[in-house]
Structures are given as C-alpha cells and as structure tokens.
C-alpha cells in the first residue's frame, strides 16, 4: 500500500527550507568571487535580471510541476505527461546531477568544517597573513584531511535527511537559516565600521560597465540558475512536499529574494574587507579561504569573526546539500518503493563513494595531478565544469520547455492559481517560459559548446 505523502508542516516551512536550498557555497563561496573577477557593478545588474527574467519563471515552473504531480523530478514528467514519454529524461538527468553536485558539494564543503574548528580552536588567525595560502595549499592537498571531512560532511547530511520532510528537512531549515541571518547580520556590523566599507559598497553597487564582458554576461546566467538551486529538479521535489492551497508565484519569490539578498550581503561584507587591507577583488576560489582570512586574521576579534564566517558557510552548505540528497533520495522512495531509511543510506552512501575522487582531486594521485596532466583539469574541476555548465542548463531547458509547450494547459492554469492573490503575472510568467527563458538558456549552451 502506498504510504500517504509527507507533506511540510507549515508555508513557512517550505519557504526557509526552499530558500535552505537556494542560499549556500553559491551565495557566499562563489557569487563574491565570480563577481570580483567580473569586475563588480554591472555584474551584479545583469545577474540581478537573470534572476527576475530567467531564474524565476524557471522556480515557479520547478515548484508547480512538483505540487501539480507530488512526485520527485522522474515522476513528475512521467504522470504529467504518459508514462515512457522523452520527458522522463530530464527527471532522470536531475537525479544523475544531484548524485555529481552533492559529490563535490561536500568537498568544499569540508573546508568549511575544517576552517571552523581552526577559527574556533585559534588555529587560522595564528597562521598570520603570510600562513594562509600555504595553509589553503596543504589543505588542498592533503587527502586524508579532504577524506575525513567528506565524509563528516555527508554523514551530517544523511542525518538530517534520515529525519524526513517535515522532522528533519523543514526542521533544520527552521534553525540553521534564522541562525545564518543572525550571523550574516553581526558580519554586515564589522564591515560596515571599516575604512573600506564605502570603496566595497561601490563596488558591489556602482556601474563598472567597462569591466563586463559577453562571457560575464553569461556567467551571470549560470550562477543564477545554480545559486537558487535550479534546473536539477530540487524545487520540484520540495514542490512536491506542498499542499494545493499554498501560492505557488508569492513563495517563489520570496525564496528568490532571500536568496538574491544574502548573496549580496556576502558580497557586500566581503569587499569592504578586501578592500581595507588593501586585497584585489579578482582573487577566484581561494578568495573566502585564503584572502578574507588574511584580512581577518590582522583584525581584533580575529577569530570570533572568521568562526562565525566559517559556521554561517557550513550551515549554509548543510541546507543546500540536504536538498540535493534528497532528489537521490525521493527517487528511490517514488520509483522503487524504498523505505526513506534505506533510501537514504543507499543514495548518501553512493554519493559519499563518489566524493572520494573529488576529495583526492587537490593531491598527486590519479583523480588530481594525473587528470590535469591528461585531459587539463582534475575530477573535481572536470565534474563541477559538467554539472554548472551541462546538467543544470539543460534541465532547465527540459523543465520551462516541457511546462511552458507540454504540460496541459488546465493543470498550468490551476495550479498557477489555486491559492494564488497574483493570477495576473500568469501571462508574463508564460510569456517568459515559452521564449525568453529557452532563448537564454540555448544561449549558454552554444557557450558551452564554443559556438559564441
Ligand atoms: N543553490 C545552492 C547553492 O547556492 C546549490 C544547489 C544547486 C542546490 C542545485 C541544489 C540544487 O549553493
């Protein structure tokens, strides 16, 4: 007998877990530094309309497919559509890219754990300023260090995800976000008494129209569409968790927003901090590991502060990666009748397996030095290359497709609506997910391919 669905306990629930999803190494790992190398401003407007224009329609498209359904992504295209339809593929690609993400997610996520305790213990700010990027170097490499903190990592995750929707996913939602805002909140406080605080600002704000590129403009689409956690099929599955009478357009963007602020918190809270021990801002993935603690380690305070900083990217990192586990996860209990214990254990345990490569990818093994040797960049880069640029767009193309072209226009219209005080973006949201949306994201691909 079918067990009855597991549902959210409540709409807020579902918006913090959602926005759990949405907010994580993206908003405050890679938007600053993505950002920095793309020179600031400008940067920041164009990612701000891919948000609105692209990022959102494909959300509330995401979230409508997993409440019209009830199903995890593979589910979903099959009842919505006829059973062995084509569409299943892109349910089935979101599950084969939450088992990629998740593994090298939970690499760097690691760093974060590891960089935690050595703020907590005094460890990181002993270094001095010359000791962090041979400490990023030796942290990078080592495999037993990378090993051990994967697989804590995941271990934390599959916790969590043991609990269930609303014990477990809804719950800690409930507790690491509120506690990630707190934190973010006493960071903005320090950065704002600093001397670079206006330079960092304008930075992030003012127009630097000069230093933006085509490329940066379709960076922007990518980070975008992996910041709020789309086009892998995570919105649909949490979708799936929503009772009828929730408005589907108003959550959609409140998720969206929270997630868009909190990036530009990061990002306004790690420039001025930069900017004031006299850093460049185009320092790439090392910038949140080995520059802010450069800074920081010449501040008072200095390891009160970089603890915080490293807590709020693991809380982060832990309400992202548990919704990445349970796409794996959802699949196994939908498709195969799992229990979610055992779905659970088999999937985080699978994607704990396929971590390791990622873990040793810094080293002089195989999976690291060896791969960059071969084909020019190590598993772990070649993996994240895949996912950001392929699995994620093209999901994204599968998903606004389907529900702008395939999916019957009742359900569409219904769902839109049902619980809905904003039935008149219903055409707008079309109008963009039948041209705007695939237009942009065949754009990205032909990147990807080196066609433009
Ligand atoms: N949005 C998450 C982040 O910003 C990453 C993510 C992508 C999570 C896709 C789930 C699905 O870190």
Redesign the pocket.
Known sequence: MAEQRAHWGSKLGFVLAAAG???????I??FPYVTGRNGGGAFVLIYLACVALVGLPVMVAEILLGRASQKSPVGAFRDLSRPRSPWVFFGLLGVA??FL?LSY?SVVAGWALHYSWLSLSGALVAQGPNGMQPLFQQVYESPLLNLSYHLLFMGLTILVVLGGVAKGLERWSRILMPALFVMMLILLGRAFMLDGFGRGFEFVFGLHTEQLTGRGVLEALGQA????????G??ITYGSYLRREDDIMSAAITISVL?TLIALLAAVVLFPILFSYGMEPAQGPGLVFITIPIALSQMPAGSFLASVFFLLLVF??LT??I??LE?ATSYFIDERSWSRAKATLVSGGAIAAIGIPAALAGGPGFFGAGMTALVGANWFDTVDYLVSNWF?PLGGLGISLFTAWRLDDAIRHDHFLSGSKLAFFYRAWLALLRLVVPFAIVLVLLHAVGVI
């Open positions: 999803s949405a907010v994580g190494l993206g908003n790992w890679k890219g939450s993400l997610y569409f992996f910041s709020l956690s789309l086009g892998m995570a919105m997630d982060a990192a992202s990666s919704s990445m796409v994620l």
